[in-house]
């Protein structure tokens, strides 16, 4: 059973599809209750929304994935995102437009161009507005295009998103256990806690760039402790399992205890130079041969 942050039509319904070979769904409303879900064993995995081409990151996943037991990434997926607007049979000028911030956040020209005098509230999520939109409570929802298909409403518009072709990248989260096996074109994510001095930030960036990893995304989030204490989320081209990566990553657990590994997992679109890891296999199997008394 594989837990997604529903309810029926959201757009992570739509990648949890991609990840299901069986199509046993269950819907969560909201990302913390997804996760916790697989935490407790009520579901072998977790499907949830990590970021967005124009939006950037979303906070409740990056919170939830650090705040509670270990989960880690498995896989992922990226979904091109097209917004519809969705209203009750007959209604023609909304004056409440529901839908998920990041959902509201991409629209919000065409909304102030097209409904100008229509009030934009935030609902958990997309398919959520719609589900309220049938309840009464709202006018419109700025939801998936296959919302309609879960709700009766009306389609008002279509193809409303301010920027064509975003795309939101899905996670897919188990509680720990084997790794994936690398494929060549893997991504890892790690999230770590820069101590407050000078330097810190850069002496974790300098143990990637040292070893010639890329790093593709680097975000931070306050740990909600002090004001100031941030962690910061990391992702990187390259599996755990290959020596130049387990040995930055035994770097940053060096200069932060508290280091979270996320995950080593198949990117979704192959992409990046191809870091040829041979002269670091070759040192680790020296090293090896050394400790090991067969000389070198
Ligand atoms: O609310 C949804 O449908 C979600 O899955 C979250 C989301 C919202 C906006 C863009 C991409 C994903």
Redesign the pocket.
């Known amino acids: 059973m594989l837990a997604y ?1 529903g309810p029926q ?5 739509q ?1 949890a599809r991609a990840f299901s070979a069986t199509g046993d769904l269950a819907p969560y409303d909201t990302v913390p209750a997804t996760l916790a879900a697989t935490r407790r064993g009520e579901t072998d995995a977790s499907c949830v ?1 990590v970021e ?1 081409s124009v ?1 950037g990151a ?1 906070p409740a996943t990056m919170d939830a994935l650090t705040e509670g037991a270990p989960l880690v990434a498995v896989a992922e997926t990226v ?1 091109a ?1 097209r917004f519809s607007v969705l209203v009750r049979p007959g209604v023609t000028d909304p004056k409440t437009v529901a ?2 911030p ?2 509201l956040a ?1 629209v919000r020209h065409w909304l102030a161009a097209n409904l100008p005098s229509a009030t934009a509230v935030a609902t ?5 507005a719609a589900r309220s939109v049938l309840a009464g409570e709202f006018d419109a929802a700025v ?2 295009p296959v919302a309609v298909r879960h709700y009766p409403l009306e389609v008002l518009a279509d193809d409303v998103a301010d920027v064509r072709d ?1 795309k ?1 990248r899905f996670l897919l989260l188990r509680r720990p256990g084997p790794l994936p096996e690398p494929t060549g074109h893997d991504r890892t994510s790690v999230v770590v806690t820069a101590t407050d001095k000078v330097g810190a930030l850069s002496e974790l960036l300098a143990e990637l760039a040292l070893r010639r990893i890329n790093l593709t995304r680097i975000e931070s989030r306050p740990t909600k402790g002090r004001l100031g204490e941030y962690r910061f989320y990391i992702d990187l081209d390259g599996h755990v399992a290959e020596p130049r990566v387990g040995d930055a990553l035994a770097a940053l657990r060096r200069h932060c205890p508290d280091t979270r590994f996320l995950g080593s997992y198949p990117k979704a679109a192959a992409g990046g130079a191809r870091v040829d890891d041979e002269e670091f296999v070759a040192a680790a199997e020296w090293l090896a041969s050394v400790r090991e008394g067969r000389g070198a």
């Open positions: 942050f039509g959201t757009f992570t319904e990648a929304p967005n939006e979303v979904l995102v839908s998920h990041h959902a991409q958990t999520s997309t398919a959520a939801s998936a975003a939101t």
